[in-house]
């Protein structure tokens, strides 16, 4: 049990890291095609990060400890997180402990890290970024909450694994319409939270419409890849989020080495086909104006409400 | 039709009638408001012949093509006339701003659950569990009647009411009687149409069906 489990949880977070920057190859290829272009490939994000970690790095005068932490920070909860929602399987020895506040919580503190080390340089881009940023990760965090405890409540408890392993033995709970509600306030909050189109355009350097580049600007060398490597994890991490509680199929709640191999295999699918229908969508989207993203996050804040008092209220109980 | 089917079809034409109120305070195009609206009358057509099959009531039936005809078919076709006579597309400046009617929306939803508690209370079944859904409609439909300044908008706002009440009718006793939601149907048919052929001679007057610029009398 032990050694099987240890080792489900160990290949979830090198899943993760491996397949992050796969991922983001996989999103602006499938857009590149679609607009036309014939793309730089699958690896060049990992051709990017291998090519960032042989530069050297610099430090802006004046930068702190936070700066030089964030980093290492963003990645290090990212693949905590990785290592605690059950991605692939349930039966993990630190299943017990991965409860949605504490995931939630580890999100939010790679976020406040990324945003002190954006104020830490003391350029106006960094301390802009940092204020935009926080304006989100604050509308973002309780919808998060919600749109899972609308999903909590059938199951009886907050612990990602018992909700996920309840929904797998029992999927009319996810045909109601208390779930579709919280799916989808789930999906615009990964969207925001992970900085992708209709919040921010990750492919930009325009001051105007900057939110996460703007916080990065001062980093160069390993730190960038670092940095590069843990927004590419949160999306991977969250898409994983994502599937694991609206279609846990194939997720293994045992600890067969067979079964283990084939959710891998089934988590990396489900994860690569919601981010080239996300890649896809992003080619018809356009950016919406900054001061309308309070907007887009008070509605699925809503929705989320709205899937937790009809899950609530309509279950009878 | 099982209980358990029931309730889920029941829960599942709330939750679409539930967030197409939501929906019509989120949109700002006209055109696009009068959709949803259209969509809601469905919704509501949908619970009235979920019930009629569950309690084999068959007069149900009959109410139900007719909101279904009235409701997602006349209404917004008039209300389209109306806005292709007015010109205007969008709702620019509704008093309040769209996220805190959206919130206030949430707050509006929770208050009705909890207003609703002691009635459900009375006779606990899958249609009572849904009554504050009904209510939620009702509530949005009154802050939408007084946060926006389009005429065509204040007619939706002032539909959404009728929805709720409806469907209130419905969830709590199986339905009205016929002849009295023949009698409330002609009256909303005449209300709009009024409406529409006041938002007319407006236009013709002022240029725009901005209500808050109807302060004084002209001869």
């Known amino acids: 049990m032990n050694a099987l489990g240890a080792a489900a949880a160990a290949a979830q977070v090198a899943l993760v890291i491996a397949g992050a920057p796969w991922l983001a190859g996989v999103m602006r290829q499938v857009r590149a095609r679609l607009e036309g272009r014939a793309g730089a490939g699958l690896a060049q994000p990992w051709r990017d990060l291998r090519k960032l970690m042989r530069k050297q790095p610099t430090t802006p005068v004046g930068a702190g400890p936070a700066f030089r932490?964030?980093?290492?920070?963003?990645?290090?909860?990212?693949?905590?997180?990785?290592?605690?929602?059950?991605?692939?399987?349930?039966?993990?020895?630190?299943?017990?402990?991965?409860?949605?506040?504490?995931?939630?919580?580890?999100?939010?503190?790679?976020?406040?890290a990324l945003a002190l080390a954006g104020l830490d340089t003391g350029t106006a881009f960094g301390g802009m970024g940092a204020s935009r940023e926080m304006t989100i990760a604050a509308l973002v965090e309780p919808t998060i909450l919600m749109s899972v405890f609308a999903l909590s409540i059938p199951a009886g408890s907050t612990n990602l694994t018992t909700i996920v392993s309840g929904a797998a033995g029992n999927p009319a709970r996810l045909a109601s319409p208390a779930s579709l509600l919280a799916a989808f306030a789930l999906a615009v909050v990964t969207l925001a939270e992970t900085g992708r189109l209709p919040v921010d355009n990750p492919s930009t350097h325009l001051e105007l419409t900057m939110i996460h580049e703007a916080m990065i600007l001062e980093y160069s060398g390993p730190d960038l890849a670092l940095v590069e490597l843990g927004a590419q994890m949160r999306l991977t991490v969250l898409l994983g989020l994502l599937a694991s509680l609206f279609a846990p199929w194939g997720i293994a709640t045992t600890t067969h080495l067979a079964a283990l191999l084939v959710a891998l295999v089934l988590f990396a699918t489900k994860v690569t086909l919601l981010a080239a229908a996300l890649a896809a969508a992003e080619v018809f989207w356009a950016k919406v104006r900054l001061f309308k993203v309070p907007e887009l996050l008070a509605g699925s804040f809503l929705l989320a409400l709205l899937a937790v008092s009809a899950s609530f209220f309509l279950t009878g109980k | 039709m099982s209980t358990g089917l029931f309730s889920q079809l029941l829960d599942?034409?709330?939750?679409?009638?539930?967030?197409?109120?939501?929906?019509?305070?989120?949109?700002?195009?006209?055109?696009?408001?009068?959709?949803?609206?259209?969509?809601?009358?469905?919704?509501?057509?949908?619970?009235?012949?979920?019930?009629?099959?569950?309690?084999?009531?068959?007069?149900?039936?009959?109410?139900?093509?007719?909101?279904?005809?009235?409701?997602?078919?006349?209404?917004?076709?008039?209300?389209?006339?109306?806005?292709?006579?007015?010109?205007?597309?969008?709702?620019?400046?509704?008093?309040?701003?769209?996220?805190?009617?959206?919130?206030?929306?949430?707050?509006?939803?929770?208050?009705?659950?909890?207003?609703?508690?002691?009635?459900?209370?009375?006779?606990?079944?899958?249609?009572?569990?849904?009554?504050?859904?009904?209510?939620?409609?009702?509530?949005?439909?009154?802050?939408?009647?007084?946060?926006?300044?389009?005429?065509?908008?204040?007619?939706?706002?002032?539909?959404?009411?009728?929805?709720?009440?409806?469907?209130?009718?419905?969830?709590?006793?199986?339905?009205?009687?016929?002849?009295?939601?023949?009698?409330?149907?002609?009256?909303?048919?005449?209300?709009?149409?009024?409406?529409?052929?006041?938002?007319?001679?407006?236009?013709?007057?002022?240029?725009?069906?901005?209500?808050?610029?109807?302060?004084?009398?002209?001869?």
């Open chain 2, 12 to 219: 599942l034409a709330c939750g679409v009638f539930l967030l197409a109120a939501v929906l019509i305070l989120w949109r700002r195009e006209l055109a696009a408001i009068v959709r949803i609206f259209a969509l809601q009358g469905v919704a509501l057509a949908a619970i009235a012949v979920i019930l009629a099959v569950h309690e084999h009531h068959w007069v149900l039936l009959a109410v139900a093509a007719l909101i279904a005809a009235l409701r997602a078919g006349l209404l917004p076709h008039l209300m389209r006339r109306a806005l292709a006579a007015s010109g205007e597309s969008r709702e620019t400046q509704p008093l309040v701003n769209v996220a805190a009617s959206l919130l206030t929306a949430a707050a509006l939803t929770l208050l009705s659950y909890a207003v609703c508690q002691p009635l459900i209370r009375l006779a606990p079944s899958p249609a009572t569990r849904a009554l504050p859904v009904g209510l939620a409609v009702v509530l949005i439909g009154f802050f939408t009647l007084v946060t926006r300044r389009r005429a065509v908008s204040q007619v939706v706002g002032f539909l959404l009411l009728d929805n709720g009440t409806t469907a209130v009718a419905f969830l709590a006793t199986s339905g009205v009687p016929l002849i009295v939601e023949l009698g409330v149907s002609f009256d909303l048919l005449f209300a709009v149409l009024v409406l529409q052929i006041l938002t007319a001679r407006i236009q013709v007057a002022f240029g725009s069906t901005d209500l808050d610029d109807l302060r004084e009398l002209h001869d």
């Open chain 1, 69 to 112: 932490t964030a980093p290492l920070l963003l990645v290090a909860t990212t693949a905590v997180v990785a290592a605690l929602i059950p991605l692939a399987s349930t039966a993990t020895p630190v299943s017990g402990s991965a409860d949605l506040i504490v995931v939630v919580a580890l999100l939010a503190l790679g976020t406040v």
